[in-house]
């Protein structure tokens, strides 16, 4: 999910209609790079660039595609339109598709685990040259993987908003209500291998009947406790996401094409401070041309490159360094 991104405009979905959130061929930019993937040299001179520098990693959907998770804009992915903010919250009929097909989708995302590059910034973290990470997904694979100072900046499949009262839960607890509305409804959808889509979404032809749960507390409006496209990154967030970039002396954007602002206005920000800034990605990124280096390289093969070449020479990380750290990233 995102924010400040065209989409385009589509109708209430019925099952007559194309779902607005696949196969839009309109919305997704091409970013193919159709460059040979970076070499150990290229690593090595990457790493040497970060050497003795605070690393903040900004990462994106492309770091969780190796652990099943598709994305939106990679190499391999299909075009598809997200479903906006504006649509979830004026129509009912759109409400209804996202919660049925995400009663489906989010069990996938549930059950994906941490890949190499997920651990490989957990393990530069704990050997105090990774200062924190700021992702654009909403997956929390990177808290799976052991990393302690991450900001979600697009929020957490994990937990459910009420628009109303503001009264956050667990997806989880959701899920249970979900099912006893719609007894049996998982089971067929699944009974189908329905495609999963990026966000937790899975491809789901009937969703007319499917009951949608409203708050506990008000009644009000149920909604994923992430940034939709078309919606803002909460301001708190976004100061949060800046003090984390200027705290860092460089930042190191793994597995994102940069396509949406909310992340690119970090690397702007880095470039700026004339802060190192390396790029490892599959494909072309907007942030291509504020790189001090670029790579074309997947993030499972990249980051535990770095993170060997990174922590061969570092010591471990003391008490003391390690409460300064957390001081400097917690609010």
Not at 70 to 79: H, I, L, N
Request: proline content about 7%; glycine content about 8%.
């Amino acid at each position: 999910m995102a924010t400040n991104t065209p989409s385009p405009a589509a109708s209430s979905p019925t099952t007559s209609t194309v779902s607005p959130r696949v196969l839009h061929s309109t919305w997704a930019p091409s970013y193919a790079d159709h460059r040979p993937d970076a070499t150990d040299a290229e690593l090595t001179e990457a790493a040497d660039l970060l050497a003795g520098h605070r690393v903040l990693a900004l990462t994106g959907a492309g770091l969780s595609t190796d652990s099943g998770i598709p994305d939106y804009r990679g190499p391999q992915a299909r075009p598809r339109s997200p479903m906006t903010y504006q649509q979830f919250v004026a129509d009912p009929a759109f409400r209804r598709q996202y919660w049925a097909r995400n009663h489906i989708g989010w069990l996938h995302v549930g059950r994906t685990q941490p890949n190499a590059g997920h651990r490989a910034l957990a393990d530069l973290e704990r050997a105090g040259v990774l200062t924190g990470v700021i992702t654009q997904n909403v997956d929390r694979l990177h808290q799976a993987a052991g990393s302690r100072h991450v900001l979600d900046l697009h929020g957490s499949y994990a937990e459910v908003v009420c628009l109303d009262c503001g009264r956050v839960i667990p997806r989880t607890e959701l899920d249970e209500r979900l099912a006893d509305l719609n007894p049996g409804f998982r089971e067929a959808a699944l009974a189908a291998s329905p495609e999963i889509a990026p966000d937790a979404d899975a491809v789901v032809a009937d969703t007319d009947g499917f009951r949608v749960a409203t708050c506990e507390v008000c009644g009000g409006t149920l909604k994923p406790h992430i940034v939709y496209f078309g919606e803002n990154v909460p301001p708190a967030r976004v100061a949060r996401s800046y003090a984390m970039v200027d705290d860092a002396t460089a930042l190191l954007v793994a597995g994102t094409s940069l396509a949406v602002q909310s992340g690119l206005r970090l690397v702007k920000r880095a470039a700026r401070a004339g802060k190192p800034v390396v790029v490892v990605n599959r494909g072309l990124t907007r942030g291509d041309d504020l790189a001090t280096l670029r790579l074309n390289a997947g993030t499972s093969r990249a980051l535990p490159f770095l993170a060997d070449e990174l922590t061969s020479s570092v010591p471990p990380r003391t008490t003391a360094t390690r409460a300064a750290a957390s001081a400097r990233l917690d609010p």
